[in-house]
């Protein structure tokens, strides 16, 4: 592991100083590790268990990360709307311009100061890996049509809600002797 590993444990655990690292030869990396109970990740997006590596080498046009990194956030299941934590995963492999580019084109930079905030890009890979109708598992029963109850946590002991077709023959049959 060229450089050897980093395990960030300051408050803005997403913002990485890496003056060091613009100061190095093309070529050159270092591996931040990151394992946070709770973050918030950019102004909105709290998530927990925030863990994995990423890889930032120093190249011609700036830094590369290159990395993976896991959260739980929590949702609600559309099925039964139970609260639930949900995995999501962000796979980053971008440049981050230094000197950062003329204005215009909009691109990744890092400023003179030499901090490389990741939140905006973690932040919007974290909510494109948001399930659009979450579940709390792929075979959530939901909520019993009759009486209300979340079926997964009970079997209902009630009446099904479906009338017996052999039954609704017999009352039209007695239905009609009245
Ligand atoms: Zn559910
Ligand atoms: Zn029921």
Known sequence: MPGGAFLNKSRHPLRLNVGFLLHKNVGYSRNFDFDH???????????????GSIQLTRTSQGVYTQGHLQARISLDCV?????FDQLLTVNLNDLFHHPPLQAGEPSLSIPEDGILDLNP???EYLLLD???QPLCQADCKGFCAE???NLNESVCEHEPVEIDPRLEALKTLLSEEE
Request: aromatic share 0%.
């Open 121 to 123: 890009l973690i932040r």
């Open 130 to 132: 948001i399930p659009i």
């Open 147 to 149: 009486c209300g109850g």
């Open 37 to 51: 109970h709770t973050i918030r990740v950019g102004d909105d997006v709290d998530v927990t268990g925030l863990r």
């Open 79 to 83: 099925r039964c709307l139970s609260t």
